[in-house]
């Protein structure tokens, strides 16, 4: 680990220690990015009101500029200067917040936030989480943090900092190693309108535990427009191909297997979804760099968290 007398910078993976989160915090007021742990995947993180910061985002993901970024924020009362809560929102807020749900929301007219944030649109995607050193540099750095996942657009998310670096290669910006990520998937996403919510993106909270909670089934989603990551039908994609329900893989095809299919890998022999989720891009990172020609995937109960390692791997196979 380097000392104070030698600021960290581009390209370098070091862990993620106070010294490590004061220099990360500094590089994103100074306008640079930074990739970050948090619960669910790595994020590429940059001052969500810096247009210049913004646009280095998705300058170095090869992000289309009409797919708006999540926006992380240490509370509810900075969510407040963001986005306009009515009570469903707050609701969910107090329930989930620090948590891995994103919330889509009406952006309030004043929000700091740069332009390219939203994509143009008049909602804004926000989200409060829960690990540590995430938390830690939101404080640190005094900043709204934009922070889509820190990997190539349409690759492959990142659940360990190794990851960030085998997809930008030498546009590997600092990157502060926290290990592995717990809940190893991006967020749930909810639209909150008109007095209703909807489903946009399944993730580690799932659809049938919010309408629980919230007492009301989810409104369906009608519009075509992309309002959230995830939305994209290829996304999360390995450089090979992907099959899936695969039972038995044919001999060019590196096989992830579930429970009783053992294949090369197993997500959880077990057949614990919380998990399979939690292994699975790692999984796929490793299947992707083997000496086969393409993946086969076993059949995951869709059901629970499992409805969300479905979605992913369907996009990644699309």
């Not at 943090?145 to 600092?174: K, Q, W, Y």
């Amino acid at each position: 680990m380097m000392t104070g007398s030698n600021p960290l910078g581009h390209g370098q993976i070091v862990k993620a220690d106070s010294y490590a989160v004061d220099e990360a915090a500094a590089v994103l007021r100074g306008g640079g990015i930074v990739a970050v742990p948090t619960e669910t995947v790595y994020g590429l993180a940059a001052d969500a009101t810096n247009a210049d910061a913004v646009a280095a985002i998705y300058r170095t993901k090869g992000r289309p500029d009409f797919n708006p970024l999540i926006v992380h924020v240490p509370d509810h009362a900075a969510a407040e200067r963001l986005a306009r809560f009515d009570d469903l929102a707050a609701m969910l807020s107090v329930r989930y917040w620090p948590g891995p749900l994103t919330l889509v929301l009406p952006l309030q007219p004043t929000a700091p936030v740069a332009r390219a944030v939203t994509a143009g649109l008049r909602t804004i995607a926000l989200r409060c989480p829960a690990h540590p050193v995430m938390q830690l540099l939101l404080r640190e750095s005094g900043l709204f943090l934009a922070a889509p996942s820190a990997n190539r657009s349409g690759g492959i998310s990142p659940t360990r900092a190794e990851h960030v670096a085998t997809s930008f290669g030498e546009a590997t910006p600092l990157v502060l190693d926290a290990g592995p990520c717990s809940a190893g998937l991006e967020s749930t996403i909810v639209a909150v309108r008109d007095g209703g919510w909807q489903y946009l993106r399944p993730g580690p909270i799932s659809a049938k535990e919010i309408e629980a909670f919230l007492g009301q089934p989810p409104a369906p989603v009608t519009d075509a427009k992309i309002e959230a990551p995830g939305q994209l039908a290829s996304h999360y994609a390995p450089t090979k191909p992907v099959r899936l329900d695969a039972v038995t893989p044919t001999p060019d095809e590196w096989h992830i297997g579930f429970g009783a299919i053992a294949g090369d890998e197993n997500l959880s022999i077990d057949e614990d979804l919380a998990a399979a989720a939690a292994r699975l891009f790692d999984t796929l990172y490793r299947a992707d760099s083997s000496d086969r020609k393409a993946i086969a995937v076993a059949p995951i109960p869709n059901e629970g968290i499992g409805i969300a390692i479905n979605d992913r791997l369907i996009r990644a196979a699309a």
